[in-house]
């Protein structure tokens, strides 16, 4: 996501190409502004004769108008939508893991800490609770952007600085590792290579990281871990036995094929930590946690499930590409536009170089809406316009773990009625691992 001063009218704009429609919008109006420049050379004036009226022209270029603003309008809905449900997403899963704490926190007994199981069962919950709700934001953002690398989830470190969020700005931050060429400002890269390589050098940080059962239970076989673990079962499959035919048969199978590259068949790894965390909840009641009446309970309920809602509208816009139909016919008529507008161009326009200026104007403006779209039509995947999505999670972090190692400090009214109001009776139970 490209940021930007609004200051000196914006005219500083004009020096930014990376991310620009500009630069790669400039070969068809090269090429048809070229044509344009041979037939004057050749001195084809007949064409006017042909042509009349440039009337049943203005037919064909208000259609071809009117379908590339039609593109516009739907890419940038895509574009707002996304982002929308995306940030509700985010603030739903925060408000869950607040919840969560704090519910659970406010009913335990005072003299919690002087029984060492209840009380480290206590910090075990609010550690754990933590940690899933930051590895349910992290797979979601993977899932957006179509990254299955589990390695690109590393460890969150709160010195660490926030990831940039303008992609001219990401080899600086990945220290060399990434950085932009000539091409990505001529040409909307989203080839494979180009994605995981920006995946790398964008990675989603995870409080307290990912152990190995969990990453195994993600989809990822940890072979290392595996032969260490005589008998273990890798979802009913003895991983010590030397069948090791069936073993990778059955690894085989969990891989499909999604936008030219390999994908676990694990891929629903956000319904999976989602439903980590309902077990977690679980757990905690049969411990005798989160003691609250029903009505209240429900609302934690109420909005880790709104969280996925709102992920699964993202989803929706992630995995639904724009319709290849209109997208095909939007193309084609481009083309079209810019090899015949020279003809009426050369036809009615007297003056070589103010045809040659209204040719280029005219089909530049046309393919920049149309470069405009296919960049917003798709909010998580294209760099620098993409959603920042490192940065978000990066925000999401910080926004839980502010809420797990914080306590209501003592106001005003009871400092000064101390003796008639107490001590307030909340035990401090706040996030201890990381």
Same mark, same amino acid.
């Given at each position: 996501?490209?940021?930007?001063?609004?200051?000196?009218?914006?005219?500083?704009?004009?020096?930014?190409?990376?991310?620009?429609?500009?630069?790669?919008?400039?070969?068809?109006?090269?090429?048809?502004?070229?044509? *344009?420049?041979? &037939?004057?050379? #050749?001195? !084809? $004036?007949?064409?006017?004769?042909?042509?009349?009226? @440039?009337? =049943?022209?203005?037919?064909?270029?208000?259609?071809?108008?009117?379908?590339?603003?039609?593109?516009?309008?739907?890419?940038?809905?895509?574009?707002?939508?996304?982002?929308?449900?995306?940030?509700?997403?985010?603030?739903?899963?925060?408000?869950?893991?607040?919840?969560?704490?704090?519910?659970?926190?406010?009913?335990?007994?005072?003299?919690?800490?002087?029984?060492?199981?209840?009380?480290?069962?206590?910090?075990?919950?609010?550690?754990?609770?933590?940690?899933?709700?930051?590895?349910?934001?992290?797979?979601?953002?993977?899932?957006?952007?179509?990254?299955?690398?589990?390695?690109?989830?590393?460890?969150?470190?709160?010195?660490?600085?926030?990831?940039?969020?303008?992609?001219?700005?990401?080899?600086?931050?990945?220290?060399?590792?990434?950085?932009?060429?000539?091409?990505? *400002?001529?040409? &909307?890269?989203? #080839?494979? !290579? $180009?994605?995981?390589?920006?995946?790398?050098?964008? @990675?989603? =940080?995870?409080?307290?990281?990912?152990?190995?059962?969990?990453?195994?239970?993600?989809?990822?076989?940890?072979?290392?871990?595996?032969?260490?673990?005589?008998?273990?079962?890798?979802?009913?499959?003895?991983?010590?036995?030397?069948?090791?035919?069936?073993?990778?048969?059955?690894?085989?199978?969990?891989?499909?094929?999604?936008?030219?590259?390999?994908?676990?068949?694990?891929?629903?790894?956000?319904?999976?930590?989602?439903?980590?965390?309902?077990?977690?909840?679980?757990?905690?009641?049969?411990?005798?946690?989160?003691?609250?009446?029903?009505?209240?309970?429900?609302?934690?309920?109420?909005?880790?499930?709104?969280?996925?809602?709102?992920?699964?509208?993202?989803?929706?816009?992630?995995?639904?590409?724009?319709?290849?139909?209109?997208?095909?016919?939007?193309?084609?008529?481009?083309?079209?536009?810019?090899?015949?507008?020279?003809?009426?161009?050369?036809?009615?326009?007297?003056?070589?170089?103010?045809?040659?200026?209204?040719?280029?104007?005219?089909?530049?403006?046309?393919?920049?809406?149309?470069?405009?779209?296919?960049?917003?039509?798709?909010?998580?995947?294209?760099?620098?316009?993409?959603?920042?999505?490192?940065?978000?999670?990066?925000?999401?972090?910080?926004?839980?773990?502010?809420?797990?190692?914080?306590?209501?400090?003592?106001?005003?009214?009871?400092?000064?009625?101390?003796?008639?109001?107490?001590?307030?009776?909340?035990?401090?139970?706040?996030?201890?691992?990381?």
């Amino acid at each position: 996501m490209i940021t930007y001063s609004k200051t000196t009218w914006g005219l500083h704009l004009l020096l930014r190409l990376y991310g620009s429609a500009f630069p790669r919008s400039l070969i068809f109006s090269v090429i048809s502004t070229s044509i *344009t420049v041979a &037939l004057y050379v #050749t001195k !084809e $004036r007949q064409l006017y004769d042909d042509w009349r009226h @440039p009337y =049943p022209y203005h037919i064909f270029a208000f259609i071809v108008g009117f379908i590339v603003v039609f593109r516009s309008q739907l890419s940038y809905a895509r574009y707002w939508e996304g982002r929308l449900q995306l940030q509700t997403m985010t603030a739903r899963w925060a408000d869950f893991c607040t919840e969560a704490l704090m519910m659970d926190a406010g009913t335990l007994s005072a003299g919690i800490q002087s029984d060492p199981k209840a009380w480290n069962r206590a910090k075990w919950f609010t550690d754990t609770t933590v940690h899933l709700s930051s590895l349910l934001h992290g797979v979601a953002l993977q899932h957006l952007r179509s990254d299955w690398d589990l390695s690109n989830l590393t460890t969150y470190h709160s010195i660490d600085p926030a990831p940039p969020l303008d992609g001219a700005g990401l080899r600086a931050a990945s220290k060399g590792k990434y950085q932009y060429d000539l091409t990505d *400002t001529f040409l &909307l890269r989203g #080839t494979t !290579e $180009r994605m995981e390589r920006y995946n790398r050098a964008m @990675p989603l =940080p995870v409080i307290g990281s990912i152990s190995d059962p969990e990453a195994v239970g993600l989809g990822k076989l940890l072979e290392a871990h595996c032969q260490k673990q005589t008998g273990t079962l890798f979802n009913g499959i003895d991983i010590a036995s030397d069948d090791h035919d069936t073993i990778a048969g059955y690894i085989k199978s969990m891989f499909v094929h999604r936008i030219g590259k390999v994908v676990p068949g694990a891929s629903e790894r956000v319904n999976i930590v989602y439903a980590w965390v309902q077990q977690l909840l679980q757990e905690r009641f049969r411990e005798k946690g989160l003691t609250l009446a029903a009505p209240v309970g429900s609302r934690m309920w109420q909005m880790l499930s709104e969280g996925y809602l709102q992920f699964e509208q993202c989803r929706a816009i992630a995995d639904t590409p724009f319709p290849f139909p209109w997208a095909q016919m939007v193309l084609v008529m481009l083309i079209m536009y810019a090899i015949s507008v020279p003809l009426v161009v050369v036809a009615f326009v007297d003056s070589t170089w103010m045809g040659i200026v209204v040719n280029f104007f005219c089909v530049q403006s046309y393919w920049c809406l149309n470069e405009v779209a296919r960049d917003l039509e798709d909010p998580f995947i294209y760099d620098p316009n993409d959603l920042p999505l490192a940065r978000y999670q990066y925000q999401f972090n910080n926004r839980i773990l502010a809420a797990a190692r914080t306590r209501r400090p003592v106001s005003a009214y009871e400092i000064m009625h101390a003796e008639e109001c107490g001590s307030p009776d909340f035990p401090p139970v706040f996030y201890h691992t990381g």
